[in-house]
């Protein structure tokens, strides 16, 4: 592991069924949705195994056979299935399910359909750079909204000075979007709950008491949540 990296561990959220992305998920999961000749996932991965992220755990359900079958191709990083067949948990009963597996604290986490170019450093050692366990549950990588190509919604936070994070407001625009990417404490996970939920439930809990951060993301970032957003993307990417 990179002295500069908080953790040699990832968690990629693969779990989804990915319904935006139909009709091209009809017969794959979304991470095996190609983008640019390459498989969302293994965009992710190749990015993680790059900035020297050892390890990382992968949930699934829909179709997991044929996501078991490719990542069995991968060499780096080193893969572990956590198993959701029995029951889609959602991103905060995903974390709470796999967090036996997550041995270090913070872990990094990604959802696993992200496709973005990294700014002067890779985002995991940005986020590493700006990491306090002390006074963070997580940190989460935010991109403005000039740097989130396909991007066309209202934004998801505000920063202030110190990089604590707030909700955008109903009705207003928030100039930060939640990139999907985020190094996570185990403390976020307290006192979770057993049955599926997504983790804005503890995100709040930590935006109360003071503890959700953000770092702005220095490259670029692609929204790619529906087939129409891939040729964009792919002749973005082509650019570099």
């Known amino acids: 592991m990179s002295q500069a ?15 935006r992305m139909r009709p091209l998920t009809a017969d794959r999961p979304k991470p095996l949705v190609q983008v640019a000749g390459k498989a969302m996932i293994d965009h992710c991965l190749d990015k993680l195994a790059e900035a020297g992220v050892s390890r990382a755990v992968v949930n699934l359900h829909y179709l997991p056979d044929l996501l078991i079958d490719h990542l ?4 780096a990083p080193a893969v572990t299935i ?3 067949r029995d029951l889609l948990l959602e991103t905060g009963g995903g974390m709470v399910r796999a967090l036996p597996l997550l041995k270090s604290d913070p872990f990094f986490a990604l959802n696993s359909d992200n496709l973005w170019l990294d700014g002067p450093g890779t985002v995991f050692s940005q986020l590493s750079a700006a990491w306090d366990g002390a006074k963070m549950d997580a940190l989460l990588l935010v991109v403005p909204h000039a740097r989130a190509s396909n991007y066309t919604g209202k934004g998801d936070f505000h920063l202030d000075p110190h ?3 707030t909700r955008r407001r109903t009705g207003r ?3 930060f979007i939640y990139s999907g990417i985020q190094l996570v404490s185990h403390r976020l996970l307290r006192d ?4 599926p939920f997504g983790t804005m439930t503890l995100c709040q809990r930590a935006i109360d008491e003071g503890r959700l951060y953000g770092v ?4 670029q970032w692609f929204e790619v949540g529906s087939p129409q957003a891939i040729a964009p993307t792919e002749a973005a990417l082509k650019r570099g």
């Not at 693969?14 to 319904?19: C, K």
């Not at 979770?192 to 049955?195: M, R």
Request: avoid cysteine.
């Open 5 to 19: 990296l908080a953790s040699d561990v990832a968690m990629v959220l693969s779990a989804g069924l990915g319904t």
């Open 72 to 75: 069995a191709t991968r060499s």
């Open 82 to 84: 956590s198993d959701e």
């Open 163 to 165: 990089g604590r994070i």
């Open 173 to 175: 625009i928030a100039p």
């Open 192 to 195: 979770a709950p057993v049955w």
């Open 216 to 219: 702005t993301h220095l490259g």
